[in-house]
């Protein structure tokens, strides 16, 4: 037996009692003739003591163990001298009799400490010892939970837990295929699914009803905080619903999971739901976040025409933020803002400020354009208040000026403490436009996917004016992250067609791409709909985290590479004649 007890539960009521423990050497401290050692296993810390008086050739042996060592010890419970009141085991220790070294370690490369001194690099290099920190694994533990309560939910309302595989045809989700070349169908490739929309539709042809599974998924897209190559969706599916029902029951859901993961009770009031159109004005974004206001007012009408200030006269749009009590800003601190929006990631050409002042008066960075009537009327529009600071950002292209706004105004957000880890604010944005249109492919895309139904009452624009019809989608969002999506399906196959033309397919390459499941809707498809959540941002969002790597255990890094693994990396020729694959040199 290599325990009887581990090194998180032993507590006062257990002096006395002759224990064994197994676990790693966290540190060790000599004292006088006492040595303390520090043992830990995933579920605590307990001190060890060796008295070199009652035995001077275990304290010793004790002496010479090094960090991580792997150790066997036996003993008995004693209460401490000096509590410890920062752990659960802080007011006993073990008083050791016997002492196995089951495994020597290595110094390890970083300390396995709650703050360690790590960078990023190396602890991704060596994740399997990132992972013995208590913050990290405790991300993982969240994680689990997460699961265990989706399962537990999802199954006391019916669903199903279906596994589809993985290596499957490529279906469009708007990102590039992970693909795999088949040695049994040489020349032909498999793609990893970017989710299993289709066959979660197909399931429901069968007549599984309510499906869901807790499943990875593989998009090759250039990463973000919140993105990684492979990620997990809670994927569901249900027949015979409507928008409604599909928002009611997964409301239910993010609900329960609060109460149950956070112990936040959200109340009964349902999610406000914003029409995208609306999220867009207000917030510039598709994906606002509710835990402040600062919301856009539109200044065209204010400022466009009404003085010499050029770059108001030609925008196409002029929008503004009111930061309360802003107004003292330095020179230094609008500046940093100016070289904020600046920045080639946001993309801004400037930032036009104005502060209000205790006397009421404005004064403002293009005060020599403008009448100061105009300034007054700036003010009045903005509802802004003596002490108050007004940023305005113009563009001549709405979509990009406003999301230029929109990451100023969480600039702001950030800056005034606005964000709060601990608060949560939760909605759906609906009414998302069917189409965008893509620069880059030179045609209309589907902006959630191809197989999202239109609303009925805009069916009949499709061919007339795409642009204005609306999907029946809809996205959950939570302080800004899109912690879910999905929508109503096509369950007909002559509007899934219509849909494809819509798209630019031929009707030869949408059958070729797509006949399985049109001609699956041939066969009795039930009207359904459903929702993918983003399993790593619930997680990495209920334990206050910045980036969904923190709660996988091993995730790739910026590069899309796992630096452990050393993955990708090439294969030998035998692998690549097998599958009949010829690599080009680079340059040729
Ligand atoms: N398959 C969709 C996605 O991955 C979600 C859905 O529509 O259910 O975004």
Request: charge should be negative; proline fraction near 6%; hydrophobic fraction near 40%.
């Given at each position: ?11 006062i009521e257990h002096v006395g009692e002759e224990v064994t423990l197994a676990g790693w050497v966290q540190r060790s401290r000599k004292m006088g003739g006492m040595t303390f050692v520090d043992l830990r296993d995933r579920y605590g810390i307990t001190q060890l003591v060796f008295n070199e008086e009652s035995d001077a050739e275990l304290c010793a042996r004790a002496n010479k163990l090094g960090r991580e060592f792997v150790i066997q010890v036996t003993g008995t419970v004693n209460e401490r001298y ?197 999220a867009m004005r207000r917030f510039g974004s598709d994906k606002p976040d509710m835990r402040f206001g600062m919301e856009f007012v539109e200044l065209a009408d204010v400022l466009k025409g009404s003085g010499e200030f050029a770059v108001f006269n030609e925008a196409a749009y002029i929008g503004g933020i009111c930061a309360e009590g802003c107004a003292s800003y330095t020179r230094k601190q609008i500046d940093e803002l100016t070289n904020f929006v600046k920045s080639p990631q946001i993309g801004a ?240």
């Open positions: 037996m290599y325990r009887n007890r581990t090194c998180g539960e032993l507590r000096s509590k410890n009141d920062k752990i659960p085991t802080g007011d006993i220790e073990i008083i050791v009799s016997r002492l196995d070294i089951l495994n020597a370690s290595d110094t390890p490369p970083f300390t396995i400490e709650e703050n360690t001194d790590g960078g990023d690099d190396l602890r991704m290099k060596y994740r399997y010892l990132d992972l013995r920190r208590t913050n990290v694994r405790a991300n993982l533990e969240l994680r689990h939970k997460f699961c265990l309560a989706v399962r537990h939910f999802l199954d006391s309302k019916g669903f199903l837990e279906i596994e589809t595989p993985v290596l499957v045809g490529s279906t469009p989700e708007g990102a590039r295929d992970f693909i795999v070349p088949s040695r049994m169908n040489p020349g032909q490739f498999y793609a990893l699914p970017q989710s299993p929309q289709t066959l979660k539709q197909l399931l429901m042809v069968a007549g599984m009803d309510r499906y869901f599974q807790i499943v990875k998924c593989f998009r090759d897209e250039d990463l973000r905080a919140d993105r990684q190559p492979e990620f997990t969706q809670i994927d569901c599916e249900m027949s015979f619903v409507e928008q409604d029902d599909i928002i009611s029951l997964f409301e239910e859901m993010a609900k329960y999971l609060f109460k149950e993961i956070r112990g936040c009770d959200l109340g009964n009031a349902p999610f406000l739901r914003l029409p995208w159109s609306e050409k400037g930032l036009v400020y104005a502060r209000v002042g205790e006397d009421g008066t404005v004064k403002s960075s293009v005060d020599k354009f403008y009448a100061p009537e105009v300034l007054e009327r700036l003010k009045v529009t903005m509802n802004a208040h003596p002490g108050d600071l007004i940023l305005i950002i113009s563009g001549p292209d709405v979509m990009k000026a406003r999301k230029q706004l929109c990451e100023l105004r969480l600039e702001m957000g950030n800056r005034l403490g606005l964000r709060d880890k601990n608060r949560f604010a939760l909605l759906w944005v609906v009414d998302f436009p069917m189409f965008e249109w893509s620069e880059e492919e030179g045609r209309l895309m589907a902006m959630h996917h191809p197989f999202t139904a239109p609303r009925p009452e805009d069916v009949p624009l499709l061919e007339t004016d795409p642009a204005k019809v609306c999907a029946n989608a809809y996205d959950m969002v939570c302080n800004g992250v899109e912690v879910g999506g999905g929508s109503i399906r096509i369950h007909d196959a002559e509007l899934q067609a219509r849909i494809f033309k819509a798209l630019g397919f031929t009707p030869e390459r949408a059958q070729e791409q797509f006949g399985f499941l049109m001609n699956a809707f041939k066969y009795g498809a039930p009207p359904h709909g459903g929702l993918a959540y983003g399993l790593d941002r619930w997680v990495s969002l209920f334990a206050g985290l910045d980036s969904i790597r923190d709660c996988i255990a091993f995730p790739k890094n910026n590069s899309g590479r796992d630096v452990m693994l050393d993955a990708p990396s090439f294969v030998d020729q035998t692998q690549l004649d097998e599958l009949q694959l010829d690599l080009r040199p680079k340059d040729e």
